[in-house]
C-alpha cells in the first residue's frame, strides 16, 4: 500500500504519514530515535517537581508556635508573655559586685572621682562613644547646640556652665545610665566602662574650654594660632 495523499489534506501532514508508511506496512521509529536513552517521562519529572514544591512550602520552622515580644499570654494574671527575671536572678556576665562602679555612687552620693585610670587610651574611647551617642544633642565641645537640638530638641545645658564644671563624676555616670529630664538612659546602649571613659572626656572637653596658655606644653603652642 502506498499513501498519495488525498485533495484537501495538507501536504505537511501527508508526508509525515508517509514516514510512516513504506511497502504496504506501517514502519514504527526506533525509541532511542525519538527520546534519549535514560531521559525520564514526563510523568516522573512533574511528580519530582511536585514533591519538591511540596517540600518547599513547609513552613514548619518560620510558623511555629511561639509568643513574640509583648503578646499578650492570658495563662499569666498580668497576661504579659514576656516574663520577667525572678527575683534575685543574675544574667550571666552582669553580677555587677562593684556597686559604686555600676551605679556611680556610694553611700547614696555620687563619686567624686572616676574610678577607671585617666590615661590616652580612656580618653580616645571616651572621644569616640561620646561623639556617637552624645553629639547629637551636645555637639563635638558639649555647648548643647548639637544637630537634633537646631532640629527643634529642647537643648541641653552647657558641660561648660559653673554647676556642671563642678559636679562630682558620678553626676555624669547616673544622668548616662537613668537618664534625666528628656535625656532618655543610655545604659542599654553604653556599658558602664564606656560610660566612665564618656565621664573622663568630658572633663576634658570642660578644662579645654578653660585652660590658659601655660598649661598647654610648649611643644604644641605653635600649633595655637596654626592655620588647619
Known sequence: ????????VPAGFARA???RWSGGGLRV?????????GTPGLPVIAIVGLLLLAAGCRQDMHDQPKYQPFERNKFFADQRASRP????VVARGHLDEDRAFFTGAAADAPLTT??????????????????????????????????IVQRGFKQPPSFHIDRLRSAPDGYFFQVMTTGFATMPSYAPQVAA????????????????????????????????????
Open 29 to 37: 521509529r526506533p525509541r532511542s530515535a525519538r527520546v534519549p536513552a
Open 114 to 147: 572616676n574610678p577607671l585610670p585617666l590615661s590616652r587610651e580612656v580618653l580616645v574611647r571616651g572621644q569616640e562613644r561620646f561623639n556617637i551617642y552624645c553629639s547629637p544633642c551636645h555637639d563635638r565641645v558639649g555647648s548643647g547646640e548639637g544637630m
Open 17 to 19: 504519514a508517509r514516514d
Open 193 to 228: 566602662r564606656d560610660r566612665w571613659a564618656i565621664v573622663a572626656y568630658i572633663r576634658a572637653l570642660q578644662y579645654s574650654q578653660h585652660a590658659l596658655l601655660g598649661d598647654v606644653p610648649e611643644s604644641e603652642r605653635a600649633k595655637l594660632g596654626a592655620t588647619p
Open 1 to 8: 500500500m502506498k499513501w498519495t495523499g488525498s485533495p484537501g
Open 85 to 88: 527575671l525572678v527575683p534575685g
